[in-house]
């Protein structure tokens, strides 16, 4: 089968920069590209390869690393950012690529229209339609199917095998990530079925498989984003962790041996980077005051909003989601005239949660439901958005150093050897929480239902037994307000980029349903009903809360005993 003419290799580079809006774009495009050049020349048939043996491998994680970068390859590549190669393998952490905004439903119905089956007859079109249900049972007289499963790309692969070519394209990864953007840009429905049809008829039915993955961001060859970049760089992951800038650190970190300085790996203004992570301790609860190794900690409402990151630099102010997505745009024209009225210093990153605000009904409303807030006509009347901030990260203001005065014992983690009275401007992940917050309380003049900071309970009891009960006692109290649950916090704790924080379990979250056990359950909440009513504690009731959904229901029916 023919390959399309229209893929064959280009130089894209003289396009992108005229694409480019000044002389210092320019400069800095041609100079990326002149160090992605090798890697964007690399086969995407091999890389293809090299992941189906990665998934087929049963060793040890390093042995999958080494299978996917083997030595000739990490020799080519060296002093040349990897970057066109790193955009496929982790898709998920590629911001500079807009959402594909298609999911295996969709990309199921292109398939179908574009191979021109019968949705409702065709076997192949149900077994992409309804790939989640097992195939109807074949004739006796039909040829053996592969096994079922339950993967789509995996049936993708299956239905195209008689269709498309089974040899080896001559693809490069360079094309591929142009193929790529064209498919993001395609935001008509014929658009994407034009770029889905050049690709069918271009690629092998296992390139295509792997290219779903890539499109569906679930590559599933068992390696993390941390253990692949790691494998790259010692420093790649922080260096992501504070730039969420894929391409970026491809070209910083071209050499394996080049060390990036402290300040380059901490959170600057303008700049989106991961947020601190929380854990959640599945079944058991019983952990969470062990967790905080005697530590104060604070109570805080859990929010079941959005996460979101303020930037504020003067009356500029920027909204960055958890994913490094710029909100700016959405978010802005509601909040950020409570941020400039509200927030009390020039320069600052605050880390908070946008949540819906129903004045009717008098309660917060489901993150789902901010987006329609905001084309909400009348929203200033019945509805409303309001940040609820819960840390600073990072201060600059003239009168900063006053705020900043400290004693060497508030300084956390590797930062204790600091000895200075006064620690300059800027970021204050190094700080222990317990001075964030006081920080924070100084910045932020709260506005009910516009800006507000999260309720904060601190528990600095050294008694084991006191501190449980305590904390049982606030946990008791969110779930009698039908509140999400509870954030329990080291105060002592710096703030962690990314998902190191959630292995140190620095923050937890303590929600009602921490197991799956179902066993007896009418009966444990009858029992819990009644002792509810006579005025059990939580500490007393907590290893039988460790049941799903049960605390709502026993919440509920007690209220109607009263």
């Known amino acids: 089968m023919e390959q399309v003419k229209d893929f064959e290799p280009k130089d894209v580079s003289e396009l992108l920069v005229k694409a480019t809006r000044n002389p210092v774009e320019q400069e800095e495009e041609l100079r990326f590209q002149t160090r992605e050049r090798k890697a964007s020349q690399l086969l995407f048939a091999d890389l293809c390869h090299r992941l189906e043996r990665v998934t087929h491998e049963v060793g040890k994680r390093h042995r999958r690393l080494e299978i996917l970068f083997p030595r000739p390859l990490v020799h080519a590549l060296k002093g040349c950012s990897p970057y066109p190669l790193f955009r496929l393998l982790l898709p998920q952490i590629d911001t500079t690529r807009k959402n594909y905004s298609i999911k295996q439903a969709g990309l199921a119905k292109l398939y179908v229209e574009i191979l021109g089956l019968d949705p409702r007859h065709s076997r192949d079109a149900q077994k992409l339609l309804r790939y989640r249900q097992p195939p109807p049972p074949r004739a006796l007289d039909s040829p053996p199917k592969r096994p079922c499963t339950f993967d789509w790309p995996d049936v993708l692969e299956d239905v195209l095998a008689t269709r498309v070519t089974q040899q080896a394209s001559r693809a490069t990864l360079g094309e591929l990530n142009e193929v790529l953007d064209q498919l993001t840009r395609a935001t008509e429905h014929q658009s994407r079925q034009t770029v889905l049809n050049r690709i069918l008829l271009w690629l092998s039915a296992k390139e295509q498989k792997w290219l779903a993955r890539i499109i569906l961001q679930d590559m599933k060859i068992g390696l993390r984003e941390e253990q692949i970049l790691g494998f790259y760089h010692a420093q790649a992951m922080s260096l992501w962790n504070a730039t969420c800038d894929l391409r970026y650190v491809c070209s910083a970190l071209t050499d394996s041996s080049r060390q990036i300085d402290r300040d380059a790996l901490g959170v600057q203004l303008h700049r989106p980077f991961a947020p601190m992570l929380a854990t959640m301790l599945h079944h058991q609860l019983y952990k969470v005051e062990p967790a905080m190794h005697g530590h104060p900690f604070a109570v805080e409402m859990k929010i079941d909003g959005e996460r979101m990151l303020c930037h504020k630099d003067g009356g500029q102010v920027e909204w960055f989601s958890r994913s490094a997505t710029d909100y700016t745009d959405k978010y802005g024209p509601m909040l950020t005239p409570h941020v400039i009225r509200c927030v009390e210093v020039e320069q600052c990153i605050l880390d ?107 528990i600095e009891s050294t008694d084991a037994e006191d501190r449980v009960e305590r904390l049982m006692d606030a946990f008791e109290s969110a779930l009698k307000d039908m509140e999400e649950g509870l954030m329990v916090k080291d105060l002592t704790g710096s703030y962690i980029l990314g998902e190191k924080a959630r292995a140190l379990q620095l923050w937890i979250k303590m929600k009602p349903e921490f197991s799956d056990q179902t066993t007896n359950l009418d009966v444990i909440v009858l029992v819990l009903i009644v002792l509810i009513n006579l005025g059990a504690k939580m500490s007393v009731l907590k290893t039988l809360l460790q049941y799903p959904g049960a605390v709502r229901t026993i919440i509920a029916a007690s209220r109607k005993m009263r």
Do not use: C
């Open 352 to 458: 908070g949660e946008v949540v819906g605000w129903d004045y009717e009904q008098e309660t917060y409303l489901s993150f789902k439901e901010n987006r329609s807030i905001i084309t909400d006509d009348d929203h200033s009347r019945r509805r409303t958005l309001v940040y609820i901030v819960f840390d600073i990260v990072y201060l600059d203001d003239p009168r900063a150093s006053q705020m900043l005065q400290l004693n060497s014992s508030d300084i956390s983690g590797t930062n204790r050897d600091l000895t200075k009275k006064v620690v300059p401007p800027g970021p204050l992940t190094f700080l222990p929480l317990s001075k964030r917050r006081n920080l924070l309380e100084v910045v932020v003049r709260p506005e009910p239902k516009k800006l507000e900071l999260v309720r904060h309970r601190r």
